[in-house]
């Protein structure tokens, strides 16, 4: 679709944005939203006509792109047939989501709890562990992201859990790897998996095993910083919570469906968790929908005894239907086949080549549409470019770089000191090198503020 310019339509949107809505992580009258007036593929566009890469993939959520027209139509379809049902009955479309859901997930991962998104997904994984466990605490990672909601926000690893974090929620934090800024003074992988593991032991140990009833990772890190774990730590944990009866919950809302170039990032591993939470690109978020993948054990916990637990639009007609056209797309268009290919081939020696030609990237790490390029100011200390969560005037050097791409006509994932690489997992090679050609200009903007 060729953008048409409406200046004034765009003026109308922006105007009612500013009059009424209330954007969320955001000082409100420090933002300056912008209005889109259109999106198809790979790309969105604002009300002046200008076009954008998107290389965020929305939220990393349009796992195959805006306004797929099997999708698009899928929903039309069950508006016309059913717009909503409660979700006590079996309906068509919430069964053969459920189907097509449970047939890609590992293990026995064969029940799904349908919830409305991300955060409530990880807030029923933490309520079934507890229940099933009958133990209150919860361990997770420092850098990580597992939601806004309450339960949710505590077990984050990141600044934004600061403000809500009363200290009362059973959630208590570990060092994860992550070998280059290693918390465990590791040399090599090896070192930093087994150094890991025994500080998670340690944890359990001193928490007490009989008090934890949890332990929630997200696969691979995503806000966080894209930090695909050494090999063995996923299995290690794995060990932890079988010798000690803890759940352990895997949470595949952003690295699910697709983006790491396997229908769940846990397949890169060979690990099967007790709970697997999803939401994002089940749909690539046409319509809101989450859920939680239960396995056997935990299923039979609540086979005589009743869940307390339950949502009004679990599992919502227009959401499953867009589930099911969707996990249909992936598999006929090899979306999934298209994220690993292009990953290995494309994305990331492109990325290692930006890698040698700028000075401010440290780190370039990530599987296939899932990336991240570790922005430093010096590359011999791993200064990060810009101080932990940094706001104003400490974080000019990542805004500049944000600005540059955004003129480029990239619209870039900026996190803290990090640029993420995760557009659509069906984008075309001919669109990454688009987007590459903008990140390298960006780049150059970016190692203004380097030192040697």
């Known amino acids: 679709m060729t953008p048409q310019p409406n200046p004034q339509a765009g003026a109308a949107v922006k105007a009612a ?25 790979s790309y969105f566009w604002d009300y002046d006509g200008r076009r954008y890469l998107d290389f965020t993939s929305g939220l990393v959520f349009t796992n195959v792109g805006y306004q797929h027209p099997k999708i698009v139509a899928a929903i039309q379809e069950q508006a016309a047939k059913m717009t ?23 293990g026995d991962l064969d029940k799904i709890f349908f919830t409305n998104g991300g955060a409530d997904a990880v807030e029923h994984a933490v309520r079934m562990a507890r229940l099933h466990t009958g133990r209150p605490k919860v361990l997770s990672a420092y850098r990580s992201y597992h939601g806004g909601t309450q339960q949710a926000i505590n077990l984050t690893g990141d600044p934004r859990r600061w403000a809500s974090d009363g200290a009362a929620a ?57 930090m695909v774990p050494p090999a063995g730590y996923l299995a290690g944990v794995r060990e932890l919570c079988d010798k000690y009866g803890i759940v352990f919950v895997l949470d ?10 396997e229908w769940f990032a846990a397949d890169l591993f060979g690990v099967v968790p007790d709970l697997m939470t999803f939401a994002k690109g089940v749909n690539s978020g046409y319509v809101p929908l989450g859920g939680v993948a239960i396995g056997q054990k935990i299923a039979e916990t609540f086979a005589k005894r009743p869940y307390p637990g339950g949502l009004t639009y679990s599992g919502h007609p227009l959401a499953c239907a ?126 203004e503020f380097t030192v040697a």
């Open 322 to 447: 867009a589930a099911v056209a969707t996990i249909n797309v992936m598999a006929e268009e090899g979306v999934v086949e298209n994220a690993k290919r292009l990953g290995a081939e494309v994305v990331g020696p492109a990325l290692a080549a930006l890698a040698e030609r700028h000075p401010s990237v440290g780190e370039v790490r990530g599987v296939g549409m899932f990336w991240a390029l570790d922005l430093v100011r010096n590359r011999e200390t791993r200064e990060p470019l810009v101080p932990y969560n940094a706001a104003g005037e400490a974080n000019a050097a990542m805004a500049a770089f944000g600005a540059a791409a955004k003129e480029r006509g990239l619209w870039p994932f900026v996190n803290m000191n990090r640029t993420h690489v995760v557009p659509p997992c069906n984008v075309s090679e001919a669109e990454l090198k688009e987007g590459f050609t903008a990140l390298d200009a960006a780049l150059s903007v970016a190692d």
């Open 170 to 226: 059973g959630v208590v934090h570990f060092w994860a790897p992550f070998l280059y800024r290693s918390r465990f003074y590791a040399q090599t992988e090896e070192q930093e998996t087994a150094r890991a593991l025994e500080h998670l032991e340690t944890t359990i140990a001193f928490e007490g095993p009989a008090t934890v009833a949890a332990v929630v990772l997200e696969t691979i890190p995503g806000t966080a910083g894209i």
């Open 84 to 106: 909503t049902f409660a979700p006590a009955f079996a309906v068509e479309a919430r069964s053969e989501a459920a189907r097509l859901i449970a047939e890609r997930t590992p």
């Open 252 to 261: 595949e809302v952003m690295a699910g469906f697709g983006r790491t170039g």
């Open 17 to 41: 944005d500013r009059a009424h809505v209330f954007h969320s992580w955001s000082a409100q009258d420090l933002i300056d939203p912008l209005a889109v007036a259109g999106a198809e593929g």
